[in-house]
């Protein structure tokens, strides 16, 4: 009976598309929502400007003798490196990014230790504080760091207040209030990953450390710091791709020295009407912000690679 059985099961689970739809959806979910969209926006980046609607011309072609013609405009992409403005816009928001990722790794590192080493009935609790900014919505938190940060706003009030300081402080509409707007923002996409990392550390290892005499910095940075790379860069990740092209926090709180690739691509979607530009600034930050996927790619093979040795 069992000998009857086992083929049966062998060939009914053959024919089960269970392993082909766990394996295609993802796939297919990432070619409508991102392959396509971006194929859209990398053919209007090779277009050229119109006054119509849509407000760029189409680089295939019909004649009227029938011939289909292909006209790729690469001016757009030369553009954005030869002009000086779109090279500021890249470099502002790739500055603006790598500091506010090291900002949340030194604010984030702390708590999400914090949290790691808690009880464990602290540690829900705790973890909801964290969480508990996104039950709000991102643009009213944005707006509310404005009546703070404003000339009399909360924190120069409590300042004053304290005496602290005699006038005034001028935070809003500078590149400080973009930071704190970001780290604020961004933080708990930091701290969730780190300790998530840090909560599975073996602390055997620093049980040994400390049998051994290592004091309690040299067992942090010799153990756990080392330990909590994955998910520091995890965090990193998370922080830094989104802040690359982030517009909402630099056109509310910062000033017009605040120059970044998301502020640009919305001036020239919406008020310049360059629609090809635009397209031409996205793809080209996609291609900038494959690059840290691509390390962290190489980083996580790495490691896989000596854990198997």
């Excluded at 796939?27 to 119509?52: C, G, H």
């Excluded at 009407?273 to 962290?296: E, G, R």
């Amino acid at each position: 009976m069992s000998q009857v059985l086992v083929p049966f099961t062998e060939r009914l689970r053959a024919m089960m598309p269970g392993k082909g739809l766990v394996i295609g959806a993802p796939w297919f979910w990432l070619a409508l929502f991102f392959v396509l969209p971006f194929l859209f926006v990398l053919k209007i980046s090779l277009s050229e400007p119109q006054l119509a609607l849509p407000p760029y011309q189409d680089w295939i072609r019909e004649m009227e003798d029938g011939l289909v013609t292909v006209t790729l405009n690469f001016g757009n992409y030369m553009m954005l490196f030869e002009d000086d403005l779109y090279r500021a816009a890249l470099w502002g928001s790739f500055e603006v990014a790598a500091i506010s990722t090291f900002l949340c790794l030194l604010v984030g590192y702390p708590m999400a230790y914090a949290i790691a080493l808690s009880p464990n009935h602290w540690r829900m609790p705790l973890l909801m504080l964290i969480i508990l900014p996104f039950w709000t919505s991102f643009l009213i938190r944005v707006y509310a760091w404005i009546g703070i940060l404003k000339g009399n706003g909360l924190l120069n009030h409590l300042l004053m207040g304290l005496g602290i300081i005699d006038q005034p402080l001028e935070i809003l509409h500078t590149q400080a209030a973009v930071y704190i707007g970001v780290v604020y923002s961004y933080l708990p996409f930091f701290v969730l990953p780190l300790y998530a990392t840090l909560v599975r550390l073996d602390n055997t290892l620093l049980e040994a450390a400390a049998d051994l005499g290592a004091r309690p910095w040299k067992q942090f940075l010799k153990i756990t710091l080392p330990q909590s790379v994955p998910g520091i860069v995890a965090g990193g990740m998370l922080v830094f791709i989104p802040v690359m092209g982030e517009f909402v926090i630099p056109d509310l709180l910062g000033g017009p020295d605040t120059l970044m690739i998301g502020k640009l691509m919305w001036t020239e979607f919406f008020s310049n009407k360059d629609w090809p530009l635009a397209s031409a600034l996205a793809a080209v930050l996609l291609v900038v912000l494959i690059i840290p996927f691509v390390l962290m790619r190489h980083y996580e093979q790495r490691m896989a690679e000596r854990e198997g040795q």
